[in-house]
């Protein structure tokens, strides 16, 4: 057996067409709930062999058409190993950085509307002790605060790697935001709960009324409660698979 026939033997296990419908559902849900822009920004998800190669959606198609048979399979360096479309250089210049130097199986970028709006502030980010949505993130963001233009080389992918520190999101200044997961369900819930967070912070802002956030403990003790038991994630993407 070729190379390349091994990486298209693997492309159509059961295993891995599993895999490629949850991330074409996830790229739908996106766009379904407002967080997709145009035919830009990606997710991607690690094989789980450890051999270094994810899957990633396309070039071109905005993300309420992709559909399981989409899906690319890519390797670090960003060639393409399986399925029939181009892949788009600043995807694996972010994407293969993180999956590789943060040991991340799941990365989802985005450019939603309100967490992209706290990234052009001062501060950067959300204040995870206001909302209950955004108590869930307490102590899960890392703020990447110098933005270095299009992620057109490897360097710019690795600064925002190591940018990350083992944070599940970040924000990054003047651009958007990466959520980072073990499992899809838990990245896309986490996604769509952070933008909620981020919606309400920004609407509170617009009020004018001074912000009333609550101790850090609290918030603390929220995010271990969500982290403690992710069953309700899981539902959410059940069904989402079912209505999206």
């Given amino acids: 057996m070729t190379t390349a026939t091994a990486h298209q033997a693997d492309f159509d296990s059961a295993e891995v067409l599993r895999l490629r419908a949850d991330l074409a559902l996830a ?7 407002g967080l997709s822009e145009g035919v830009c920004n990606h997710f991607s998800l690690e094989l789980p062999d450890g051999s270094g190669r ?9 993300w309420s058409e992709v559909r399981e ?18 892949v788009e250089p600043t995807a694996m210049f972010i994407h293969a950085a993180i999956h590789r130097m943060c040991k991340q199986a799941c990365v989802l970028h985005t ?11 001062v501060d950067r980010c959300l204040d995870t002790t206001l909302s209950q949505n955004a108590m869930r993130f307490h102590g899960r963001v890392a703020v990447d605060d110098h933005y270095g233009g299009l992620a057109l080389d490897a360097s710019e992918g690795e600064r925002i790697a190591r940018t990350t520190q083992g944070a599940d999101v970040v924000f ?16 896309y819930d986490d996604l769509y709960y952070l933008e909620r967070a981020c919606m309400a912070q920004v609407l509170a802002g617009s009020t004018g009324r001074p912000l009333a956030p609550v101790d850090g403990s609290i918030a603390e003790q929220v995010c271990a409660q969500t982290l403690g038991e992710r069953l309700q994630s899981e539902l959410f993407f059940e069904a989402l698979r079912r209505t999206v």
């Fill in 27 to 33: 790229l739908r849900a996106a766009a379904h709930h």
């Fill in 54 to 62: 994810f899957l990633l959606n396309p070039r071109g198609l905005q």
């Fill in 69 to 86: 048979d989409d899906i690319v399979m890519v390797d670090g360096s960003g060639k393409r190993l399986a399925g029939r479309h181009a």
């Fill in 111 to 121: 450019h939603m509307p309100y967490a992209t709006a706290l990234t052009l502030t």
């Fill in 172 to 187: 990054l200044g003047n651009h958007g935001v990466v959520v980072c997961g073990e499992r899809i369900a838990y990245a």
